[in-house]
């Protein structure tokens, strides 16, 4: 079984900066792949990020170029961060673990983001 927590939420002004991290626990982590999604009120939960065991990231149209996932493997530890704010990046921000099938199995409780413009 794999725990995460999410840290690093809050409330920030359009155009600025926040990092995400997220604590993994109960398995090796640098075996999986990382992710991170969203979900604002009334919408689906949505892809932001990935990043491979390898270190291979995938981003989002929309967040590429303005979000960088990053791993630290001695840590335990993924992180988003996140620049040049949007008012449509408010969500929470959910941490999330590859499985066996490498489907995110494993979620976290969640991180709010509020971007204000």
């Known amino acids: 079984q794999v725990q995460l927590v999410e840290s690093g939420g809050g409330l920030v002004q359009a155009g600025g900066s926040l990092r995400l991290s997220c604590a993994a626990s109960?398995?090796?982590?640098?075996?999986?792949?990382m992710g991170w999604f969203r979900q604002s009120p009334g919408k689906e939960r949505e892809f932001v990020a990935r990043?491979?065991?390898?270190?291979?990231?995938y981003y989002a149209d929309s967040v590429k170029g303005r979000f960088t996932i990053s791993r630290d493997n001695a840590k335990n530890t993924v992180y988003l961060q996140m620049n040049s704010l949007k008012p449509e990046d408010t969500a929470v921000y959910y941490c999330?673990?590859?499985?066996?099938?490498?489907?995110?199995?494993?979620w976290g409780q969640g991180t709010q983001v509020t971007v204000s413009s």
């Open positions: 990043i491979n065991r390898g270190g291979i990231t």
């Open positions: 109960g398995r090796t982590f640098s075996s999986f792949g």
């Open positions: 999330a673990a590859e499985g066996v099938g490498a489907t995110f199995d494993y």
